[in-house]
């Protein structure tokens, strides 16, 4: 099963992909939690420790190894490379393991200019798109904020795209351009997620206001930014959170076709 969260800047989609993560691995399922914002925060999150923090290397930063799968140098234009260069050993090589959850960090990947597939960006989709994943294993990316990536049709092999809502008119904005876009490279399957739900008037707008499924939500908890500052995760320390996602979870399974 794979999944990609997105949404506007500061709506939530770094928490909930954690929450998920955590609830995915707790019921057992192989989780790859992937990173996919330039500037990181789902380690943290995560509470991944520092020491596996340091072992973590963003894999669009793999120039060499780039290079030797793609027979193109980084960032060169126009050049020939290879679409399918071998990826399934990525995981296991760059990234960190804890409380069972597999994290990738990707980085950023500048595609050096428009309309230019960059070895990198034949990297990473190769990696997402042509990786054997395990029948129970679960793929959680956590996207960067808005929507332009979306144009470069980064996430058109995922399952599901949640998209988080606040209950305000401008981050419902922003998921119906997401939405649009994410027709147009052909997924079908979006679903919102609300967050930050502090009474039943939010979930009450929300759900007058939504334009797709809501697949659950989560409310407002303080102890999110309390988890962050001890260096915790929201799953171990707000148990609200831990199970709102749960509800979020099998409403992601259910919503699945057979099999996932
Ligand atoms: N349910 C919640 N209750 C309280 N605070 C929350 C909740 N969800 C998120 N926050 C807080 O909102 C801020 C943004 O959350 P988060 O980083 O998950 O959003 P994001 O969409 O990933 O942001 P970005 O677009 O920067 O990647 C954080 O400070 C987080 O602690
Ligand atoms: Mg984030």
């Known amino acids: 099963m794979k999944l990609a969260i997105t949404g506007k800047g500061g709506v939530g989609k770094t928490t909930l992909a954690a929450l998920l993560a955590r609830t995915f691995a707790a019921r057992g399922r192989a989780v790859l939690a992937v990173d996919s914002d330039p500037s990181p925060s789902l380690a943290r999150a995560l509470a991944f420790p520092d020491e596996l923090l340091e072992e973590l290397r963003p894999i669009s930063e793999m120039?060499?190894?780039?290079?030797?799968?793609?027979?193109?140098?980084?960032?060169?234009?126009?050049?020939f490379f290879t679409l399918n260069p071998r990826?399934?050993?990525?995981?296991?090589?760059?990234?960190?393991?804890?409380?069972?959850?597999?994290?990738?960090?990707?980085?950023?990947?500048?595609?050096?200019?428009?309309?230019?597939?960059?070895?990198?960006?034949?990297?990473?989709?190769?990696?997402?798109?042509?990786?054997l994943f395990r029948d129970d294993e679960v793929l959680i990316m956590d996207m960067y904020a808005g929507v332009e990536h979306l144009g470069r049709a980064t996430v058109d092999?995922?399952?599901?795209?949640?998209?988080?809502?606040?209950?305000?008119?401008?981050?419902?904005?922003?998921?119906?351009q997401i939405r649009r876009l994410a027709t147009d490279i052909g997924l079908e399957r979006c679903s919102?997620?609300?967050?930050?739900?502090?009474?039943?008037?939010?979930?009450?707008?929300?759900?007058?206001?939504?334009?797709?499924?809501?697949?659950?939500?989560l409310?407002?908890?303080?102890?999110?930014v309390e988890a962050d500052r001890r260096g915790e995760s929201a799953y171990a320390l707000a148990p609200r959170l831990r199970e709102a996602a749960g509800?979020?979870?099998?409403?992601?399974?259910?919503?699945?076709p057979a099999g996932n």
């Open 63 to 79: 120039d060499e190894l780039i290079a030797e799968r793609t027979g193109a140098q980084p960032g060169a234009m126009g050049s």
């Open 219 to 224: 409310p407002e908890d303080p102890a999110v």
């Open 157 to 176: 092999f995922v399952d599901a795209l949640l998209i988080v809502v606040e209950p305000t008119r401008r981050s419902l904005a922003t998921a119906a």
């Open 247 to 256: 509800r979020v979870a099998d409403a992601v399974v259910e919503a699945m």
């Open 192 to 217: 919102l997620v609300g967050n930050r739900i502090r009474d039943p008037e939010d979930l009450a707008f929300l759900e007058r206001e939504a334009f797709l499924p809501v697949l659950g939500h």
């Open 87 to 131: 990826v399934d050993d990525l995981p296991e090589r760059f990234s960190a393991l804890h409380d069972g959850v597999r994290l990738l960090e990707m980085g950023s990947v500048d595609s050096g200019g428009s309309g230019c597939i960059c070895p990198e960006s034949a990297m990473l989709k190769t990696l997402f798109t042509h990786l």
